[in-house]
């Protein structure tokens, strides 16, 4: 127990991105699917070492902005945007950027639990590294670090070779966020992660984003306002009308979005009148 | 730091409880009076009774068959006895069921009847000619099939002399060759059509769908016309035998490969790109390691489509007494071949010697099958065997 609380030097990874938490801004962000306008002009600010959540009913395009912030929205065939996403300045949508990079400094954990069936708990935390090309000099010290920042080492540092599968949900949330953090990136998106949880590990998994965000920057998307409460220092409101495109209604710092909203509606969702 | 720590205790309690609950267990035994044991209830929809009644039916229909079909009428032939019988039995088991317990109950229990009558009419035939070959090969097969070839024994020579050594080794390096191309082609065509998005994907799925249709024989004698016919002449070989076989198992391959890349969820390609990796790393690092069982099993329908092949063989490989380890020269024997020569010659001892080679064929695709299944799981069994290992 001493030797982890006291371990000094934390281990960094070669090859990967530069290190600290960035801060991330979109600027007139719009989303179509198709011909369907999704996402109308979002221009949001997320610093550096702070948490933001983007809360919202159902529909009203949280995802698909959170997509657009590491380019994993491209995936889909008929996807397409305007506007920049801001990675410390930088666009990551300009020319000659690649989504790779993109990605490797924003990383993502997703609604489902989505482990690497067949690979062993060790090597789901260590494939960042395989899959993008990262090194490090000293594995097993970042697979007990990333283990350890995502609240999981404890629970499975006795079978860190038993198949990533057999997990609980909730642990095997944890060790996709460890997954994510061993290739150290700049920002962490979270769409949604405990919304197939249960309470416990929940709680396990805000404990995680609360700690994580000296390291990193941290964008969640939730359903749940309690934790966007809980966890975050800004939050966004989004909201798309009937057959409207999704927008940013109101931004702020969470005290003001949940104390004393400025648009009705926001008043209305985080008192859970509607959504 | 504290708030990880009281929770890592929360868990802890449920151990204690179970030491709690067991230690409190052994203390209590003695003193309590002996409790009968439990009777475990029986949940078995089917009852002793309902046998009687399936067997009551089966002999009526039977005695009833017999009358109608040899004393009323002249039966055609035993198959139609048995049709009669078979629908006569479904007859009555609903009727005799539908009067003790009500509509509802006979329906289910007429499905069943079909349903495992179904199963049995797939296995009965298999295990019978897996019992007819057995019976024929076994009693003449000897350690010497698998160490002799047939140039040194006369036609005349008994069933127990026959050597294979030459059509085994024909039949393995040719299935082994067509899989050296059969294996990265398809998996890369199914890679292609799964994990792109190119606009030659439709054209290239229908493409692989109407090869899976092609008649073996003319895979044959494609080969045949193409490569061993003039102007390029390249003579009967094992390795021509390869090229066809390889056009008809490369369809099965890709489309197997296919159906089971299409299963890996979209999950894990996202969670792979998400984390910085490209499309090519995520297809070999995350997707064919995830569908690993599934290729291997595409591997052993590719390896069974095409062992038994005997058509497409006949005008390529063309077949030979002796043996011919080289593949790429001169006619070679393989085990459907050999089958074929000695099961259409009128003497007795020939034709054993096919049943011989019939039942080695069988044995060999077993004994592949249970290969390609050990390789498939290999990587699965060493890392769960390791952690026992370290403890």
Redesign the interface.
């Known amino acids: 127990m001493t030797e982890i609380l006291d371990a000094p030097q934390p281990v960094r990874v070669v090859g990967g991105p530069p290190p600290g938490a960035a801060t991330l801004e979109s600027r007139g962000v719009h989303a179509w699917f198709g011909d369907r306008l999704v996402l109308e002009d979002v221009s949001l600010a997320m610093p550096a070492h702070e948490v933001t959540a983007l809360i919202g009913p159902s529909g009203c395009g949280k995802s698909t902005f959170l997509r657009i912030l590491n380019r994993m929205h491209e995936l889909v065939p008929s996807a397409s945007l305007a506007g920049e996403v801001l990675l410390d300045g930088a666009d990551i949508y300009a020319d000659g950027t690649r989504a790779q990079h993109a990605r490797l400094r924003i990383g993502m954990v997703f609604q489902k639990p989505n482990p690497f069936p067949a690979m062993s708990i060790r090597d789901n935390v260590l494939a960042g590294l395989k899959l993008a090309g990262v090194k490090c000099g000293d594995k097993d010290g970042l697979v007990e670090q990333s283990l350890e920042r995502a609240g999981l080492w404890r629970e499975v540092r006795d079978r860190l070779h038993a198949p990533g599968g057999a997990l609980s949900g909730g642990q095997q949330q944890r060790l996709c966020i460890a997954r994510s953090l061993a290739v150290q990136p700049n920002v962490l998106l979270m769409d949604e992660p405990c919304s197939a949880l249960d309470p416990t590990s929940t709680r396990r998994i805000e404990q995680t984003i609360v700690e994580i965000s000296d390291e990193v920057t941290v964008v969640i998307v939730t359903h749940n306002m309690q934790q966007a409460q809980r966890v975050s220092h800004h939050c966004a409101f989004f909201l798309a009308g009937e057959n409207e495109p999704g927008r940013v209604v109101e931004h702020g710092s969470t005290e003001q979005i949940f104390g004393e909203p400025e648009d009705s509606r926001t008043h209305d969702y985080v008192n859970g009148r509607f959504g | 730091?504290t708030?990880?720590k009281d929770?890592?205790d929360?868990?802890g309690p449920d151990e204690n409880t179970v030491d709690d609950l067991s230690s409190a267990d052994t203390v209590d035994t003695p003193e309590r009076p002996a409790a009968p044991p439990p009777v475990r209830r029986r949940t078995s929809a089917t009852t002793p009774q309902d046998r009687w009644v399936a067997l009551g039916c089966a002999v009526s229909a039977t005695l009833l068959t017999w009358f109608v079909m040899h004393e009323l009428l002249t039966s055609p032939g035993w198959l139609a006895d048995l049709v009669v019988a078979y629908l006569l039995y479904l007859a009555m088991l609903y009727l005799v069921t539908r009067d003790r317990l009500g509509h509802l109950a006979a329906t289910d229990r007429l499905v069943s009847a079909v349903v495992v009558s179904g199963a049995a009419g797939l296995l009965v035939p298999l295990l019978f000619l897996l019992g007819y070959i057995v019976t024929k090969g076994l009693p003449s097969l000897r350690l010497a099939f698998f160490t002799h070839d047939m140039s040194s024994v006369a036609p005349t020579d008994p069933a127990t002399a026959t050597g294979g050594l030459h059509a085994i080794v024909g039949t393995l390096e040719q299935t082994a060759l067509a899989l050296v191309f059969v294996v990265p082609l398809g998996v890369l065509t199914a890679v292609f059509l799964n994990e792109t998005?190119s606009r030659f994907r439709r054209p290239v799925r229908i493409f692989v769908d109407a090869m899976s249709g092609l008649p073996s024989v003319v895979a044959g004698l494609f080969v045949y016309a193409a490569l061993i016919l003039p102007p390029v002449q390249s003579g009967f070989s094992g390795f021509m035998a390869t090229l066809a076989l390889t056009m008809i198992m490369l369809p099965t391959v890709t489309r197997t490969v296919d159906v089971v890349l299409r299963l890996v969820?979209d999950?894990?390609r996202?969670?792979?790109?998400?984390?910085?990796?490209?499309r090519a790393?995520?297809v070999w690092?995350?997707v064919l390691?995830?569908a690993?069982t599934g290729v291997s099993t595409a591997i052993i329908l590719g390896i069974a489509r095409v062992v038994g092949e005997t058509a497409p063989l006949l005008f390529t490989s063309f077949g030979s007494l002796s043996m011919n380890y080289n593949p790429f020269g001169d006619p070679q024997e393989s085990l459907p071949r050999f089958v074929y020569r000695y099961i259409k010659e009128p003497l007795a001892s020939a034709q054993e010697r096919g049943y011989i080679g019939a039942l080695v064929l069988i044995l060999l695709i077993f004994a592949l099958f249970a290969l390609t299944r050990l390789i498939g799981r290999q990587?699965?069994s060493s890392?769960r065997t390791?952690?026992r290992s370290?403890r």
């Open positions: 730091m708030t990880v929770s890592a929360t868990l998005r969820p999950g894990l996202e969670a792979s790109l998400a984390l910085g990796a490209s790393r995520t690092s995350v390691p995830t690993r990587r699965w890392r390791k952690p370290d």
